[in-house]
């Protein structure tokens, strides 16, 4: 029984979690100009961060490792020093994008200038994390994040044609700004694959103190969790596409995406797209301050939990709190919301190899995962992901500059 | 006699440390030659390494050409790019003003939704203008329709929040320079290369 309710909590939590600001965004930029013809990109993201969060959390089930502290304990900390700056650099863009995302939620609601929230938003996202146990935060976010769940009930009223979704399924190449799908299907990946997350699950496994035995718990919600979240972001681009597409609206600011639940739900739409995004971006924003501050805290060797008193663990604590301000210091200076999140996504694509190289070596080590190493089916997943990631590495920043519009 | 202190070396023994001195000289220029050699292969590593160097930058700079290429700018190819975003910018404002008349949004975000699109419009009047590759003619067509949606936006704004009368009108001229536009993409698009 308590193994079912940990399952349905962690299914709960990875479709809260799945979905955040860059997956939306890119998502409805997505459906917006290539109508369901970047529905694989979706599909592909949601199988690679499936078997990356799958063997992460299986990884520190049984080692009961984290994946940064593996890392560092298999390759030596001079290679972890340059994941962690690399990854850092490039995360701490992500949380700025997150921020903007809540605060142009509550800006969109209230009629004041997202950067006016930025600051209020870090000190509620600080207090928190200061004052909540690890469930609080990762359970209270994934249980309101269902709120996101409007998204696939508003594709299934807009009566979108399912034929044509499922042939988007199978890649096919616009006959019109061919640059820009491939740079929005960079985005789309980089959304989905994203580093943080696995890391973030792997640490979740360790702070839930999972032990051998919760291998199988652990699949179940990689699988189904990820699934979910997967059908969510479809959902989301469904919704572009029969909105947004044939009105000829390109997504070019955020503003325009609260438009994206009107024809479905009427009046409602534009707050549960709203309290979508809020509850969607918090959460994640959280995610990713709480990764950030694990990965410097288990690289150094500091205390780190979220189920401790912040004074057992000073320098955890106070980690996070500099990463929200500099987070939050992101959008005071007013940077644009959503080109930060374009650029931090096809940014988060292009560091993917350094992430995910080791992490082949760690899933095949017996040092590590005993008799759970990978099979030839995990091994031939994560290399086609190291081959995807090297490709999103090379083409990302060409396509930024040409095909970023 | 000599200025060398007695210190006590049979002539065996000077002979051995005369033969070892010998040795280590040996050995000192064994290790110069080696040193020497590893050198010159240290210096066609770097050569090797320059040229590969060379090459990275030579296949950056052919990716980067061969993107610069594919996203050279046709000149129809930008009309039709152009048309396009103003048409986007058009239909937000017609979406807008629709949810609003339909109480869908709250005024406030009505209010601002409209003046960042009319802000988003001044820029892109600006991008046209300056715009090396746009052929004049199509310029000032495009210049024109940026500025009417302008003042357009303008108007519905002033709807929102003091004259609601006006707002059907507004929206009936937004849904003209649409389709206008919309033409004009579809023209341009179909001269493109």
Known sequence: MKKAIEIALGIVTSVGGFLEIGSITTAAQAGALFQFRLVWAIILGGVCITFLVEQSGRLSAVSGHTVPDAIRERFGFNYFLFLLVVLAAVTLLVLGAEIGGVCVALEMATGVSFQWWAIPVAFMMWLIIWKGTFSVIEDGTAILGLVTLCFIVGAIVMHPPWKQVAVGALPTLPAHDRLRYWFIAVSILGASVSPYLMFFYSSGAIEDDWKEDYINVNRVIAVSGMSFGTCISVAVLVLAAMVFLPRGIQVEHYSQLALILRDAFGRWGFWLFISSLFVACLGAAMEITLQLSYMVAQGFGWNWSKNQRPKDEARFSLTYTVFIILGALLVVVGIDPLKLTIFSMALTAATLPVAIVPFLFLMNDEEYVEEHTNGWIGNVAVIAIITLAFVLAVVTIPLEIFGGG | ?193
Request: hydrophobic fraction near 35%; charged fraction near 25%; proline fraction near 3%.
């Open chain 2, 1 to 193: 006699m000599t200025a060398m202190p007695n210190l006590g070396v049979t002539d065996a023994d000077a002979r051995d440390v005369a033969s070892y001195l010998d040795t280590l000289k040996r050995r000192r220029r064994h290790f110069e030659t080696a040193a020497k050699t590893l050198n010159m292969r240290a210096t066609d590593h770097n050569s090797t390494r320059d040229v590969r160097r060379r090459a990275r930058v030579v296949c950056v700079l052919a990716t980067l050409s061969l993107f610069a290429a594919c996203a050279q700018a046709d000149p129809q190819k930008e009309i039709r790019q152009e048309a396009q975003t103003l048409a986007s910018w058009a239909a937000t404002l017609h979406l807008v003003g629709d949810s609003w008349r339909e109480g869908s949004v709250p005024g406030r975000y009505a209010e601002k939704t409209i003046s960042e699109v009319r802000e988003a419009l001044r820029e892109e009047g600006h991008t046209i203008n300056e715009s090396s590759t746009l052929p004049a003619n199509a310029r000032a067509v495009l210049s024109e329709h940026a500025q009417r949606l302008e003042t357009l936006a303008s108007g519905m704004r002033e709807s929102v929040t003091s004259n609601p009368a006006s707002m059907p009108q507004e929206i009936e001229m937004l849904s003209q320079e649409e389709q206008s536009l919309k033409d004009l993409a579809q023209k341009a698009g179909a001269q493109a290369r």
